[in-house]
């Protein structure tokens, strides 16, 4: 792994002022996503890990605006951030290094300019959810907001166009981690109130999200725990597929992420009704298997190419 002043060299990123840019999203990413952070800077080549932490940090960045106070400051913050964004992609000048850089990666990676107008329009979807009373609307959800967001990282590592299938199979990957999202996170949830298991889903085991709320389902929990875990394990099963329809440059790290969701699935369902107290972490030294697996296959890879 080169350092990150040659990183930069790689990528052809000259200009000190967006050198300086890409340090400071680099920094950012690198603190609030520790495993992709690592993940990427091991496994992908280095003239494209500027770019992908470019997007990583505008997905931090606008996310971190919309998801503070009442529904009213947040969609506030939601329209004076879409309308900054889109002057930045319309060439007006921005004070906001997350946007010059995604800029300029628009720029290198022309098609990602579509996944951020995507991302833009389904950014309302979040904002406004406390729940889903249907597995249809959850659904809805994924379409509006996390297949886009997924795919302002996915799009850089995709094959030529037309890539349906690796679009379509983004889309199970990210279903499966979002819902794993949602139960992993469910004390968190729930003490902002809102919740991310579909209520028809609780329904079917006799739960209400008030008895969540207040403990008292723990026993039928485990049921519902049981439930979610299983679909979640379909979806990663087949999300396997995806690092073989990526191009060969991402395909050790969509390998990976895979991999790092199933780990944190195992630390999950073994937390079982204790979810209700406090969301698990994911085990590290695991975590860091994964990586060096993957790290390895890749350089076997380009030492055969």
């Not at 679909?231 to 597929?241: F, K």
């Amino acid at each position: 792994m080169p350092r990150w002043s040659r990183t930069l060299n790689l990528a052809s990123i000259t200009d000190a002022s967006l050198r300086r840019d890409y340090s400071e999203m680099r920094r950012l990413v690198a603190r609030f996503a520790h495993a992709e952070y690592a993940a990427a800077r091991l496994l992908l080549p280095a003239y494209l890990v500027p770019d992908v932490i470019a997007a990583v940090a505008f997905m931090h960045a606008s996310d971190d605006r919309i998801d503070q106070g009442p529904l009213d400051q947040r969609l506030a913050a939601l329209a004076d951030w879409d309308m900054q964004v889109r002057s930045a992609l319309d060439g007006g000048p921005t004070d906001q290094p997350v946007l010059r850089t995604l800029i300029h990666t628009i720029s290198r990676r022309p098609q990602l300019r579509r996944h951020v107008e995507d991302f833009l329009a389904g950014a309302p979807s979040e904002v406004q959810w406390e729940g889903f009373a249907t597995e249809a609307d959850f659904q809805d959800y994924v379409d509006a907001y996390s297949h886009p967001a997924f795919m302002l990282i996915a799009c850089l590592l995709a094959p030529p166009p037309p890539a349906d299938s690796y679009s379509a199979s983004c889309r199970t990957f990210i279903e499966a981690s979002q819902r794993l999202d949602f139960l992993q996170d469910i004390a968190e949830d729930l003490h902002n109130g809102r919740l991310g298991i579909p209520h028809d889903a609780l329904a079917q085991h006799g739960v209400t999200p008030d008895q969540l709320r207040t403990g008292h389902a723990s026993d039928r929990l485990s049921e519902l725990v049981d439930q979610q875990t299983a679909q979640i394990r379909t979806g990663l099963a087949a999300s396997h597929r995806l690092a073989d329809l990526a191009e060969p440059h991402g395909q050790h790290l969509l390998r990976a992420l895979v991999a790092l969701q199933e780990l944190r699935l195992r630390t999950v369902q073994r937390k079982g009704p204790a979810l209700l107290r406090r969301s698990p972490g994911t085990p590290a030294a695991a975590a860091l298997r994964v990586l060096a697996r993957e790290y390895q296959a890749a350089r076997r890879q380009n030492s055969a190419a």
